[in-house]
């Protein structure tokens, strides 16, 4: 079974973002829909969001 996990930075009110390593991100609300990320796709994705 795969292992999700919510940011730190979520709140209380249902809207985040999980990350399965390995596996690509998901939204908490639709855990069934998931953007599957190789590692390589995973570290330009942070770059991006990082610049």
Known sequence: ???????????????????GRGIGVRDSKA?????PLTAN???QLLRLVKS
Do not use: F
């Not at 079974?1 to 990350?19: F, P």
């Not at 855990?31 to 953007?35: A, D, I, K, T, Y």
């Open 1 to 19: 079974m795969a292992r999700w996990r919510k940011s730190s930075y979520s709140g209380s009110d249902g809207n985040c973002v999980e990350v």
């Open 31 to 35: 855990p069934s829909v998931r953007l």
């Open 41 to 43: 796709q995973w570290t």
